[in-house]
């Protein structure tokens, strides 16, 4: 089966510049996370959505960030304009309906943004 | 709020040694218990989970307890081999529907031949 798809893998960017990063959800799957990874925080809960709901947006560092869901099978993380401390690798995740087994998370293999 | 508190790398250690990597938590009710994987270059991936005190949660090896007197999810290995080396997370979900899952601040092992 298709795990979590992200892309794109590696980007490189200008300050200023406006980034997309774009998730494929694993099928089915009713919960969709975004979130930030740097050496300095750790693993940061960005937002995350519930049949394609935001529901809670409160990891969301600034207005220049932005998360859509236009349908079950495709959701964007927006930059702009971005900035050098925005580098960091960004994952995409989902799970399905909560369920007597916890739960379980399933990530992409992220998305390694570098802001110059 | 819930939290997870899990011992601060990196832990180094010669191949077939014992590992162990604690982890603590702090949540009302029962929550489900989580242990992830990251290894270089990937994203987490689900290495065990128990749902419910006095579970034991196990896979490749790996094993950990889920402890609700002392509120721990340690996580062990008998023995280490270097394709284990990666970044340890302890993780924990709230009982009672959907609620946000919360991450410890990982633990990066190293296993050196």
């Known amino acids: 089966d298709a795990g979590v798809i992200q892309s794109p893998r590696h980007e490189v960017t200008e300050m200023g510049q406006e980034v997309t990063l774009r998730c494929k959800p694993i099928?089915?799957?009713?919960?969709l996370f975004w979130y930030r990874q740097t050496m300095m925080r750790g693993l940061e809960l960005l937002i995350y959505?519930?049949?394609?709901?935001?529901?809670?947006d409160s990891g969301m560092p600034e207005d220049r960030f932005s998360a859509k869901m236009p349908n079950a099978s495709f959701s964007t993380l927006k930059i702009q304009p971005s900035e050098p401390r925005d580098s960091a690798v960004y994952f995409c995740?989902?799970?399905?309906?909560?369920?007597?087994?916890?739960?379980?998370?399933?990530f992409g293999e992220g998305s390694w943004l570098t802001v110059v | 709020g819930n939290s997870v508190t899990q011992m601060e790398g990196p832990v180094t250690l010669s191949e077939e040694a014992f590992l162990t990597i604690n982890c603590t938590y702090t949540?009302?009710?029962?929550?489900?218990l989580f242990w992830y994987v990251q290894y270089p270059g990937e994203g987490l991936q689900l290495l065990l989970k128990?749902?419910?005190?006095?579970d034991k949660g196990s896979n490749k090896g790996f094993e950990a307890t889920y402890r609700k007197e002392t509120t721990s999810f340690h996580l062990e290995k008998g023995s280490v081999q270097v394709s284990d080396s990666a970044v340890y997370f302890c993780?924990?979900?709230?009982?009672?529907?959907?609620?946000?899952?919360?991450f410890g601040i990982g633990t990066k092992l190293q296993v050196i031949p």
């Open positions: 995740a989902s799970s399905p309906r909560t369920g007597s087994s916890g739960n379980t998370i399933y």
């Open positions: 099928s089915g799957h009713d919960y």
């Open positions: 959505f519930n049949n394609n709901v935001p529901i809670d």
């Open positions: 949540a009302t009710g029962y929550p489900s």
């Open positions: 128990a749902t419910k005190a006095d």
């Open positions: 993780a924990l979900s709230p009982s009672g529907g959907y609620q946000k899952v919360t």
